[in-house]
């Protein structure tokens, strides 16, 4: 499976859009990018997935070039709930079975 | 529907001891995980599950067994609990009918301490 890079942490205002970036130089042509967010003390929710160019959904929209060696995931307008850690996962199908590597994510505190 | 649900919450083990962690899900999924989650650290995936009556090993399964005698349930049992094993439990679970997405279902974790 690719390894994903991403930021360990970022701060924003309320109010702002965040982007976060992932790196992924290693993706194969099976394999999506997936965004989880985790809130302290509870499991990962699923966010968004893409393929490639962009993707967009009442969240969070994802952008993937051409490549696909990186993806952002922007969050519009972030509030103090946005407040959580965000996982970037590559997906690879598998006939039926997905392997899936959480990485140690990106921390994103919004601040008031 | 309850979703993903996890028992217990909490436990406080002695080194040596066994438990069984249930993992109960109402949405007919076919497929099955337990992860677990140290400090700081993201999602490690011990072992996972494709149907009832099936299991397999996933990234760190050494010191842990599962059971999927029935479609709803995954149970996670350690034999003999060690210091090492103090993390947060956390099951999901997934329909085999999202063949390009992985919507993981998540239930709200176990938090073990082996003392």
């Known amino acids: 499976l690719a390894k994903t890079t991403q930021p360990i942490s970022m701060d924003s205002y309320e109010g702002q859009e965040v982007n976060i970036t992932c790196s992924h130089n290693n993706i194969a042509t099976n394999d999506y990018i997936t965004w989880y967010q985790q809130f302290p003390s509870q499991g990962p929710r699923f966010i968004i997935q893409?393929?490639?160019t962009k993707v967009t959904n009442e969240v969070a929209s994802l952008f993937i070039p051409a490549d696909r060696k990186s993806s952002t995931l922007s969050l519009p307008r972030v509030s103090l709930s946005d407040t959580a850690v965000y996982y970037c996962l590559v997906v690879r199908n598998s006939g039926g079975y997905q392997k899936v590597t959480f990485g140690t994510g990106t921390k994103l505190q919004v601040i008031p | 529907n309850a979703g993903v649900t996890q028992t217990p919450k909490f436990r406080v083990l002695k080194t040596g001891q066994s438990m069984t962690l249930l993992c109960a899900q109402d949405?007919?999924?076919?497929?099955m995980y337990w992860y677990r989650q140290d400090p700081g650290m993201g999602l490690r995936l011990i072992h996972y599950s494709v149907g009832e009556g099936t299991t397999a090993k996933g990234e760190v399964p050494d010191g842990y067994n599962v059971s999927r005698l029935k479609k709803q349930n995954f149970l996670l049992g350690l034999e003999s609990a060690a210091p090492s094993q103090t993390s947060v439990y956390f099951c999901?679970?997934?329909?085999?009918?999202?063949?390009?997405?992985?919507?993981?279902?998540f239930g709200p974790g176990t938090r073990l301490t082996v003392l």
């Open positions: 893409g393929y490639k």
């Open positions: 999901a679970s997934r329909s085999f009918l999202d063949v390009f997405t992985d919507t993981q279902y």
């Open positions: 949405m007919n999924h076919e497929y």
